[in-house]
């Protein structure tokens, strides 16, 4: 007899015995599969001795009906609870077989199994029925091409339902620390299990305290639990009410480790038997290989999208050049590439308990300093420069940090500190809405990554800044120097050129300065001249640029200005500075006043070099007269297709320049450097 098993007169007795309590007329036979796993009659009992002829198939452990053995009208085949691949297999002409009839029959398979049918030997390894065998067969198949954890998952409670029968099932995975149980998928087939939700599903691994799962998981062992209301070990889920249930949980086992458990769950006591253990022991294997390999291919993806992340942090240097403005971009990064809700930045005043905000996303706007001497948890971060993770719900937070997650519906707030050169310059705030955000090992890692590479590109904009004000600020007076202003005033003029919009320049100079100089010294001078500086940057608007052209000359530029805006400015220029006490060192005070001269892009020149010559011109000729106000310059023809004598067009009211300067029925030269309009 082919297989493990010979035949005996015990099994022979025992499958006659079948046939016999159930009505058997067709005939009843046991089959065992062979070395090759073909599957053949170990005994059988039927009207026409010996067994019938050996099922005619090729495939594995597939069977027909024996041809020799009548038509039948209904027939029984059940498994050999604890042996392989086998089964019993019952035909009769009457009617279809009864529960109480089907009971009987796997009393006699479990004879079978317990080896008291055959001379004491057990039939063999475990046993899964052909459909079942298919199915899983199927399972296994579909697992292996899922690639995130959240749909094989779900795929394995759609395709369990197949082979067991369950009113709930959960897919849970072991995190990277080991300690966390996250529930990747769930299923529910009744109303009772409807207020499950993930979040309610976390647990942990852990013998006590940690329930059901967590003991499976930290023991690795499988449980058959009769009644989960009766086990010391079992926890309730918040927000779930209290029944009767009957639950299997088999941890999944990758390379002698748990990477995971599945839990199935099912009303009433005493549902789940053996058979749907060791079913499910073969379903958690194929399982915990798929999770593995989604695992994987997930933690390349993610390797792969936090590289990207990293570069495109690195790139917001490109995109602005001012600190604020790359801190606004690197707080839309950051946000997207943690995916939270909300990302502030701020600035650590060196020396202080002030954060600055530089930027923020995804949120309300901000104060813009917040002290940070009653808040002890963001003093943590700064001070000792780790992460640390604040819950709304967590009654031990720190009050301080709990007030900052009083923003509205802020659940999880994740602090990182900006770390550069070895040193904390600032903080991050991840803010995570509307549910508890847990953050794994994992996350932390990426993310203290994130932040040290947004603290450099941010820490380096602020040194160029430095730099930049070194290169283009005066340094007495804290305006623009004069090689900004050249700079500065090259690119408005070829803009306003391109654009057709007008460009106003403004020369200042103080009246009677020098007379300071001679009668309290030069320190004292450079005081006054700072001081007229900040009363300049006070009258001027936003836009416009204020420049220390040289000695007590400075220059305001006025982007997209025309003379009667440039004249209201003006104006408002030489009033603040004549309104202004100077305060000299030894308490006493001096009043000054100023004289302007305004040109105006493109009538009073189309360059710097002429623009500023026509603004000078007009402030000396107002100086002339004894200072104290602003004049326009004269304006001049210039030939485009020839050089030719321009008449004197003066504006009514404004006088012509110095006594050098060119007559006005003088030849006019072109002005070669003019910006090309595009």
């Known amino acids: 007899m082919p297989g493990s098993i010979d035949s005996s007169s015990d099994l022979q007795r025992l499958i006659a015995e079948l046939r016999a309590a159930l009505g058997a007329d067709v005939g009843a036979a046991v089959y065992l599969p062979d070395g090759d ?87 063999g390894p475990e046993w899964v029925g052909l459909r079942q065998l298919e199915a899983i067969q199927r399972i296994g198949a579909r697992m292996t091409r899922l690639s995130s954890l959240e749909e094989l998952g779900l795929a394995l409670c759609v395709e369990m339902k197949e082979v067991l029968d369950y009113d709930s099932a959960r897919i849970y995975v072991v995190e990277s620390n080991g300690v966390d149980l996250t529930p990747v998928a769930f299923r529910s087939e009744h109303e009772l299990y409807q207020r499950e939700t993930f979040e309610a599903l976390r647990s942990r691994v852990g013998e006590e305290g940690e329930g059901l799962t967590g003991w499976v998981a930290a023991r690795g062992r499988s449980l058959i639990v009769g009644d989960a209301t009766k086990d010391p070990r079992a926890v309730q889920i918040p927000g779930t009410d209290v029944f009767v249930e009957s639950m299997l949980l088999v941890p999944l086992r990758y390379e002698g480790r748990v990477t995971g458990v599945i839990v199935l769950s099912k009303l009433g006591a005493n549902q789940f038997h053996d058979d749907d253990l060791r079913l499910l022991h073969i379903l958690a294997d194929q399982a915990a290989v798929a999770v593995e390999n989604a695992r994987l291919l997930a933690g390349h993806e993610r390797l792969v999208a936090e590289l990207q992340a990293l570069v495109e942090i690195g790139r917001t240097a490109a995109e602005s050049s001012d600190e604020t403005g790359v801190a606004t971009i690197l707080a839309r990064k950051l946000r997207t590439a943690a995916d939270v809700d909300g990302c502030i930045l701020s600035r650590w005043e060196e020396g202080s308990t002030i954060l600055r905000t530089l930027a923020w996303a995804g949120t309300g706007e901000l104060q813009a300093r917040y002290d940070i001497g009653h808040d002890r948890s963001i003093r943590q971060v700064l001070r000792e420069g780790r992460p640390l993770v604040l819950h709304a719900d967590d009654p031990e937070a720190d009050p301080a940090a709990r007030a900052r997650l009083d923003r509205p519906d802020e659940q999880s707030l994740l602090l990182l500190p900006l770390k550069a050169g070895g040193r904390t310059v600032g903080l991050v705030e991840l803010i995570h809405r509307s549910l508890r955000r847990e953050f794994s090992a994992q996350d932390l890692e990426f993310f203290v990554t994130m932040a040290d590479h947004a603290a450099t590109v941010l820490e380096n904009a ?212 003019e910006p090309a309009e595009i």
Do not use: C
């Open 462 to 673: 602020r040194l160029l800044h430095t730099f930049r004000q070194v290169a283009d600020v005066d340094q007495l007076t804290g305006v623009a120097n004069h090689r900004y202003l050249q700079e500065r005033l090259r690119q408005e003029s070829a803009r306003a050129a391109r654009t057709k919009r007008p460009l106003s320049v403004l020369m200042v100079d103080l009246d009677g300065f020098k007379e300071v100089n001679d009668a309290h010294g030069h320190s004292e001078g450079d005081g006054v001249l700072a001081a007229v500086a900040a009363a300049l940057r006070v009258a001027v608007r936003d836009n416009d640029v204020v420049a220390r052209y040289g000695g007590d000359e400075f220059v305001i530029l006025m982007p997209d200005t025309a003379e009667k805006e440039a004249r209201v400015v003006a104006e408002r220029v030489l009033a603040t500075v004549a309104e202004s006490p100077y305060r000299l060192r030894d308490g006493s005070e001096i009043a000054l006043s100023a004289s302007a001269g305004l040109a105006i892009y493109p009538a009073d020149g189309r360059n710097p070099a002429t623009l500023l010559a026509a603004a000078d011109r007009s402030m000396y000729a107002v100086k002339r007269d004894g200072g104290r106000g602003v004049r326009r310059a004269e304006r001049r023809a210039v030939a485009v297709d020839r050089r030719a004598a321009s008449s004197d067009r003066r504006m009514p009211g404004l006088e012509s320049s110095e006594p050098d300067s060119p007559r006005a029925d003088a030849p006019v030269a072109l002005e070669a450097d």
């Open 37 to 123: 796993g073909m599957l053949h009659p170990a005994a059988a009992a039927g009207p026409e001795e010996p067994a019938p002829p050996v099922p005619g198939t090729r495939r594995k452990f597939g069977i027909r009906r024996a041809s020799s053995w009548p038509d039948h009208s209904s027939a029984l085949v059940l498994p050999v609870p604890g042996g392989g691949p086998g089964f019993l297999y019952l035909a009769r002409r009457g009617g279809s077989f009864s529960a109480d009839e089907r009971a009987v029959a796997r009393r006699h398979a479990a004879r079978l199994a317990d080896g008291r049918g055959d001379g004491g030997k057990a039939i």
